[in-house]
């Protein structure tokens, strides 16, 4: 089995920072997309940020560019999103999730391994 493990999640203000970890264990897999989804209250869930695990290229949301960086540790299976200048719609929980097949997607049913889901609230 494979299980992915975020944690660095909570509640900040507005301005704030957070950096969000995802730890891949079990079986190893080809996981070459790495994918930050959150999901916002009566919204849909949507891809924030995806890195290749090869080579590093990524891709951001319009609405976090210039805010948010994706990086990953090749050493320890982990991919890392850094959250800054916070603003309340950034308030969900955010999922990470792995993609066993080439090519940044945002479509959520090509992803293969599915976090459990880490909260992040920002209040203003």
């Known amino acids: 089995q494979v299980q992915l493990v975020e944690s660095g999640g909570g509640l900040v203000q507005a301005g704030d920072s957070l950096r969000l970890s995802c730890a891949a264990s079990?079986?190893?897999?080809?996981?070459?997309?790495r994918g930050w989804f959150r999901k916002a209250p009566g919204k849909e869930r949507e891809l924030v940020a995806a890195?290749?695990?090869?080579?590093?290229?990524?891709y951001y949301a319009d609405s976090v560019k210039g805010r948010f960086t994706i990086s990953r540790d090749n050493a320890r299976n982990t991919v890392y999103l850094q959250m800054n200048s916070l603003k309340p719609e950034d308030t969900a929980v955010y999922y990470c999730?792995?993609?066993?097949?080439?090519?940044?997607?945002?479509?959520?049913?090509?992803?293969?391994?599915w976090g459990q889901g880490t909260q992040v609230a920002v209040s203003s």
């Open positions: 890195i290749r695990w090869s080579g590093g290229s990524t």
């Open positions: 079990g079986r190893a897999i080809n996981s070459y997309i």
């Open positions: 999730a792995a993609k066993t097949t080439y090519g940044i997607s945002a479509e959520e049913s090509e992803y293969d391994y």
